[in-house]
C-alpha cells in the first residue's frame, strides 16, 4: 500500500502546503462558513494513480444551504468527483460526472447535520466506488472513465455551494 503523504490531517505540513503553496498551517479544524463563501482550494490537486482510499471526518448543523460540498474536484461541471450532504434529508451522498453526466450513490435515512463528528470513506476499487460513514455498511457503483482528483475542500468545484461547519482528518490513499 502506497500511502500519499496528504493523510494525517488538515494540520498535517504536507497538506499545508498543498492549501497554502508552502506555507503552515496551524488549525486542529477548519471551521468554514458557506455565508462567507469559505473554502480551500488545493495548489496541486491530488490525483489518484489508480486504486484509492478517501477518510474525512466533518460535522456541520445546517441543512439550509444547497447541497453543501465537503470535497470536490477541480472542475465538477464536466468530469470529477463531490462528496456532499443533501439539504433536504441530511443524507450523505456522492457524486461522480463522466463526460458531464451525473451518477449518484447516497446513504439514505440517516442525518449528517447533527453538528456532531462523522467520518466518511470513500474507496474505488478499479471502477467500482464505495461510500460508507461512520463505520457503517458501504453502498457502491460501477463507472470506467471517472476523474479521480480532488482539487477544493468545503466548495463543489467552480460552483457555489459552500459547505458550512468543520472538515478534519482529510486521508487521501493510494492503494
Known amino acids: 500500500m502506497l500511502t500519499n503523504p496528504l493523510v494525517k ?28 463563501s469559505a473554502h480551500y482550494l488545493l ?21 439550509s444551504i444547497n447541497f453543501p460540498s465537503i470535497f470536490s474536484s477541480s472542475d465538477i461541471s464536466n468530469d470529477g468527483m463531490l462528496l456532499y ?7 450523505l451522498g456522492f ?3 463522466v463526460a458531464s453526466v451525473s451518477y449518484e450513490i447516497g446513504l439514505g435515512s440517516l442525518d449528517y447535520n447533527t453538528g456532531t463528528l462523522h467520518t466518511a470513506k470513500i474507496r474505488c ?16 457503483m460501477t463507472r ?4 479521480k482528483e ?7 468545484g467552480t460552483g457555489t455551494s459552500f459547505f458550512d461547519g468543520i472538515i478534519s482528518q482529510v486521508g487521501l490513499t493510494d492503494l
Do not use: C, M
Not at 476499487?125 to 457502491?140: I, K, M
Open 43 to 63: 495548489a496541486k490537486p491530488w490525483v489518484a494513480a489508480g486504486d484509492f482510499e478517501i477518510e474525512v471526518s466533518f460535522a456541520t448543523p445546517s441543512d
Open 9 to 36: 490531517s488538515l494540520v498535517s505540513t504536507s497538506l499545508a502546503k498543498y492549501l497554502t503553496g508552502g506555507a503552515f498551517l496551524g488549525r486542529n479544524f477548519i471551521d468554514l462558513d458557506s455565508t462567507a
Open 85 to 91: 450532504i443533501n439539504h433536504t434529508n441530511g443524507n
Open 144 to 147: 470506467a472513465g471517472a476523474t
Open 125 to 140: 476499487v478499479g471502477d467500482v466506488f464505495y461510500l460508507s460513514a461512520d463505520g457503517l455498511a458501504e453502498v457502491n
Open 150 to 156: 480532488i482539487g477544493v475542500l468545503g466548495k463543489n
Open 95 to 97: 457524486q461522480l460526472r
